[in-house]
């Protein structure tokens, strides 16, 4: 299937008909928030799988937009949540692959532990869905050439871990900066600056390296970003429903695809969900639930009119 879809001009409309969007939602779990904030995990609940994901399915639903869950195998070991992952499938959502334990730093780990973080991954997450798992998000978006060479390997036909973002990756420097000066330190890993000159509409890779485009490697989704403005959860919130609009109208004037992203946490909030008000470092969480919704729903709701939205395992 991967050397039939290889080559075809990706994301374009096939058949003459609209132009294509996607909305990915990373199932991280609340432990790694306290992990990448450098604060003690045991206080962590499975509240991004029980609450944040059935709110995204509910809201997906409204819209009647197919998404992609990129899901943690390790995730499958709390009760309930294999369950939680079949529903998904049932409500005709794809499951995508990131990662057995969702280690920040894969790219710097020894060859065969990162290939058992991707292929046992691949594994676990498709016997559990019962369906096939072909696509991959890396954990921080760092991905390499090695890591590249197993995520094809393991079976996968997609990638969709390039985040061309430069104040994101300012930022992300930035608060590891801080954190090293506090004494504290981050499980992040940074990545290579590459990343910033990789192409913003959909591509093929070179094999030898995943931010240029080639015919060696995966397609390649990268999360949209326009004028410096990436299409994520996070800065939604931090936009507002108008400022929000204002973004998606751009990517959508500017880009062929529109690859945006969530967490399932995005639909959390610290009040709303008696969250641990430790994790009030992640700002975002400070908001609450409904605004939050209204926020997203507007801006789906808003590309779903202009656009269509399909799971990235269906698009040739
Ligand atoms: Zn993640």
Same mark, same amino acid.
């Given at each position: 299937?991967a050397?039939?879809?290889?080559? $075809?001009? @990706?994301?374009?409309?096939?058949?003459?008909?609209?132009? +294509?969007?996607?909305?990915?939602v990373? #199932?991280?779990?609340?432990?790694?928030?306290?992990?990448?904030?450098?604060?003690?995990?045991?206080s962590?609940?499975?509240? &991004?799988?029980?609450?944040?994901?059935?709110?995204? %399915?509910?809201?997906?639903?409204?819209?009647?937009?197919?998404?992609?869950?990129?899901?943690?195998?390790?995730?499958?070991?709390?009760?309930?949540?294999?369950?939680? =992952?079949r529903? =998904?499938?049932v $409500?005709?959502?794809?499951?995508?692959?990131?990662?057995?334990?969702?280690?920040?730093?894969? +790219?710097?780990?020894?060859?065969?532990?990162?290939?058992?973080?991707?292929?046992?991954?691949?594994?676990?997450?498709? $016997?559990?869905?019962?369906?096939? %798992?072909?696509?991959?998000?890396?954990?921080?978006?760092?991905t390499?050439?090695? @890591?590249?060479?197993?995520v094809?390997?393991?079976?996968h036909?997609?990638?969709?871990?390039?985040?061309?973002?430069v104040?994101?990756? *300012?930022?992300?420097?930035?608060?590891?900066?801080?954190?090293? =000066?506090?004494?504290?330190?981050?499980?992040?890993?940074?990545?290579?600056?590459? #990343?910033?000159?990789?192409?913003?509409?959909?591509?093929? $890779?070179? &094999?030898?390296?995943?931010?240029?485009?080639?015919?060696?490697? *995966?397609r390649?989704?990268?999360?949209? #970003?326009?004028?410096?403005?990436?299409?994520?959860g996070?800065?939604?919130?931090?936009?507002?429903?108008?400022?929000?609009?204002?973004?998606?109208? =751009?990517?959508?004037?500017?880009?062929h695809?529109v690859t945006?992203?969530?967490?399932?946490?995005?639909? *959390?909030?610290?009040?709303?969900?008696?969250?641990d008000?430790?994790?009030?470092?992640?700002?975002?969480?400070?908001a609450?639930?409904?605004r939050k919704?209204?926020?997203?729903?507007?801006?789906?709701?808003? @590309?779903?009119?202009?656009?269509?939205? %399909?799971? *990235?395992?269906?698009?040739?």
């Open positions: 299937m050397d039939r879809r290889r080559g $075809a001009a @990706l994301g374009g409309p096939p058949g003459g008909g609209r132009r +294509t969007a996607s909305v990915g990373d #199932v991280d779990s609340l432990r790694h928030y306290y992990r990448i904030h450098g604060l003690d995990e045991g962590a609940t499975n509240a &991004a799988w029980a609450v944040g994901v059935p709110r995204f %399915v509910e809201l997906f639903g409204e819209l009647g937009i197919p998404a992609t869950f990129y899901c943690i195998a390790e995730d499958l070991d709390v009760p309930g949540n294999g369950a939680r =992952l529903s =998904l499938v $409500a005709g959502h794809e499951i995508g692959n990131h990662t057995w334990h969702h280690r920040y730093d894969l +790219t710097r780990l020894d060859p065969d532990t990162r290939w058992a973080e991707i292929a046992e991954g691949r594994s676990i997450l498709e $016997a559990a869905a019962g369906a096939p %798992v072909v696509g991959f998000r890396s954990p921080g978006y760092n390499d050439a090695a @890591l590249q060479v197993d094809a390997a393991s079976g036909e997609y990638d969709t871990s390039v985040f061309p973002c104040p994101y990756y *300012l930022a992300k420097a930035g608060v590891m900066g801080a954190m090293r =000066l506090r004494g504290r330190r981050s499980e992040s890993v940074l990545g290579t600056p590459r #990343v910033l000159a990789a192409p913003r509409d959909p591509y093929v $890779a070179d &094999a030898r390296q995943p931010h240029r485009r080639g015919s060696t490697g *995966l390649q989704y990268p999360v949209s #970003v326009v004028a410096g403005v990436p299409l994520i996070t800065a939604f919130t931090a936009l507002g429903r108008a400022g929000s609009r204002a973004a998606v109208a =751009l990517a959508h004037a500017a880009r695809h945006v992203e969530f967490h399932a946490v995005d639909l *959390l909030g610290l009040t709303d969900d008696g969250l008000p430790a994790l009030s470092v992640q700002p975002d969480l400070k609450s639930v409904a919704r209204r926020i997203y729903r507007t801006i789906l709701g808003w @590309l779903a009119a202009r656009r269509r939205f %399909v799971r *990235l395992d269906t698009l040739p």
